[in-house]
Structure formats: structure tokens, C-alpha cells
């Protein structure tokens, strides 16, 4: 069985080889993995910025798609032959966040998916949407859902609100794409105009150029008539969470989920309590949340937008191209 190893931080510490084929045991589920999927986070492990004391040899990445080959003892409701999804943070079933859940992480410290085939907890996987290929289902645990838990979990959007998210990457396209389709109208950000033209394609009401308008929180304002908006979904970070903040209507929300920008900025907490401003960090969501999208999902028939394939063997191209910062939308490799 061919799968990628992680024995020195680096791009260059990924080695394609041929590992032992694992073995299902209770509880758990055999994948056989058809498409993968790139997150930030994948980038940031593969280069120990993540966790400089993870321990190597290790299997990257979190995301995948692909066809159930064995099931364990105990194991209900998952079939051998039956199309799934993994679920990234495996332990997080329903209800409210634990801290105890972030240790069943898949791609570190959880199984990796960067192999042809892996086993997961079988909380680990869910069904693949109706419609969609194993390459767009491989989109949906990180990005997709994490755009689902920012809007409707935290965010609450309703018809006739408005949405700001920065930047093009996968979470700010599905955010893009949730928001319209839940009725709201959306302000998008990116320092490419090539991809402002893209996300007017794909419905954005408003395009914001964040190079040539170093002050952009001014134009959200001026697009909401001095109102702000009802939810910034803050991919980047702590480096512009000040603008996000002063681009919210009072009593609005931001979900802080990136680190891009930074990790640690002086941020006015005046901005706040003045405001009432309601910062709610975003850790993916849970196996129920999942399930909610999907049949989102199918109900308004979203597709994913790829914006590249890359084959198995050039996993290492595909995550220079993500730190690029090149890539609209999702990045994806197809076994």
C-alpha cells in the first residue's frame, strides 16, 4: 500500500513509500481513499508550524473521500462499499465543544489520510452528499464545514443579512456559497482582481481589492450605509481582526478561525464592548453539524469549487501551490 511519510519538517521530508497495510479493529472502519484535499492546516503541519513537538514519522493531511473496504466490530449503519467523507474532528459526535475532542483530530494527532487506504474511527467518516464526486466530497470536512459552523452555527444568518469574508481560499468560497444560498448578501475580499471577478461569478454583491484599499473596513461601511454587517467570517487572523471589528454592526459576530495574518496583534477591545461585539472561535463543527450541511447541500444542489487537481504523487507540488496563495477555492489530489 502506497502512502505518503512525514520524517523531517519540510516539504521535502514527504516521501511517497510503501507502508503496512492497516488492519480494522473494533469500532473502527477501513477507507479505501479515492481524493484528498488540501487545508492550510495541512501546509502548516507538513512544516511543523503547527506542532513543532509532533512526533515523525507521521501521515499528513485531515481531508478525504472514498469507499468503505471493512468495518470492525460494533460498527452500525456503515456498510463495506458504502461513499464516504471523513470527519475531521472524529470524537466530536453532537452537542456542545470539549477540550478533550481536539486529540481526535484527524491528519496529527489522529490518523493521517494521505495513504490509499486508511482506518478511522467510524466517527471519523460520514456519507457523501448526493450528487457530488469523491473529489468534491474530499473538500468538505475543514473548509465546507467550517464556513457551515461560522454562518449558521455561531452566526445565525438569515435572509436579507450581510456577510463579509476575507479572502478566496476554500473557507471564504464556501462561505460565499452558504451565504447566498441561505439568502444573504456578501462582501468579499482578496488582493487579486482576477479573483474578485471570480467571486462575482459566483454572486458576491460586493468586491473589495485589500491591497489598493488598505483601509477596506471604510468600504464595507460605506456598502452597508455605516451599519456594518451582521458576520465577518476572519480567516487571517489576528492582523486584520481590529478592521474586522470596526466592519461589524453593533451586536454582530466574527468568527475568528484563521491564523494567516498572524496569531498575536494589538486588537481595541474598546471596539467590543462598545459595540457588543461577539468573537466566536471556530473549530470545525461536529458529526451532527456535518450531516445538517450535507443535506444543505443537496437541498440547493452546492458544488464545490476546485480550483486545481493534482495526482497522488504530486502531493508535494500541491502543497507549494496552496503556501502560493495562488489557488480560488479548493486544492485537490485524486488517487
Known amino acids: 500500500m502506497r502512502g505518503y511519510r512525514l520524517d523531517r519538517f519540510g516539504i521535502d521530508g514527504l516521501s511517497l513509500q510503501d507502508l503496512a497495510e492497516p488492519q480494522v479493529g473494533p469500532g473502527q472502519v477501513a477507507l479505501d481513499v479515492k481524493a484528498l484535499s488540501l487545508n492550510y492546516r495541512d501546509l502548516m503541519v507538513v512544516q511543523g508550524a503547527y506542532n513543532r513537538k509532533l512526533e515523525l514519522p507521521a501521515v499528513p493531511l485531515s481531508d478525504g473521500a472514498g469507499v468503505v473496504s471493512a468495518v470492525g466490530d460494533g460498527v452500525e449503519g456503515i456498510c463495506v462499499g458504502d461513499h464516504v467523507v471523513s470527519h475531521f474532528v472524529s470524537g466530536w459526535v453532537d452537542g456542545p465543544y470539549q477540550g478533550q475532542y481536539s486529540s481526535t483530530s484527524l491528519g496529527t494527532p489522529g490518523p493521517g489520510l494521505a495513504a490509499e487506504r486508511v482506518v478511522l474511527p467510524a466517527t471519523g467518516v460520514v456519507p457523501m452528499p448526493e450528487g457530488l464526486s469523491f473529489a468534491e466530497a474530499a473538500t468538505l470536512p475543514i473548509a465546507a464545514l467550517t464556513a457551515w459552523s461560522a454562518l449558521v452555527t455561531e452566526g445565525k444568518v438569515q435572509a436579507g443579512q450581510c456577510v463579509l469574508t476575507l479572502g478566496c481560499g476554500g473557507v471564504s468560497i464556501f462561505g460565499l456559497q452558504i451565504a447566498k444560498a441561505l439568502g444573504a448578501r456578501v462582501i468579499i475580499t482578496s488582493s487579486n482582481d482576477a479573483k474578485l471577478e471570480r467571486a462575482r461569478e459566483l454572486g458576491a454583491d460586493h468586491t473589495i481589492n485589500y491591497t489598493t484599499n488598505s483601509e477596506w473596513h471604510k468600504d464595507v461601511l460605506a456598502y452597508t450605509d455605516g451599519q456594518g454587517v451582521d458576520l465577518v467570517i476572519e480567516t487571517a487572523g489576528a492582523g486584520t481582526l481590529d478592521r474586522s471589528m470596526h466592519s461589524t454592526k453593533p451586536g454582530g459576530v466574527i468568527a475568528l478561525l484563521g491564523v494567516l495574518s498572524g496569531a498575536k496583534a494589538e486588537v481595541s477591545t474598546v471596539l467590543i464592548l462598545m459595540k457588543r461585539l461577539r468573537i ?12 445538517d450541511m450535507n443535506r444543505f447541500l443537496e437541498e440547493k444542489k452546492l458544488k464545490p469549487v476546485i480550483d486545481r ?15 502560493s496563495g495562488a489557488h480560488f477555492g479548493k486544492i485537490v489530489i485524486e488517487i
Do not use: M, N
Not at 497522488?312 to 501551490?321: I, M, R
Open 280 to 291: 466566536a472561535g471556530v473549530y470545525v463543527d461536529s458529526q451532527s453539524a456535518f450531516l
Open 309 to 323: 487537481h493534482f495526482k497522488f504523487e504530486q502531493l508535494p507540488e500541491a502543497l507549494a501551490y496552496l503556501g
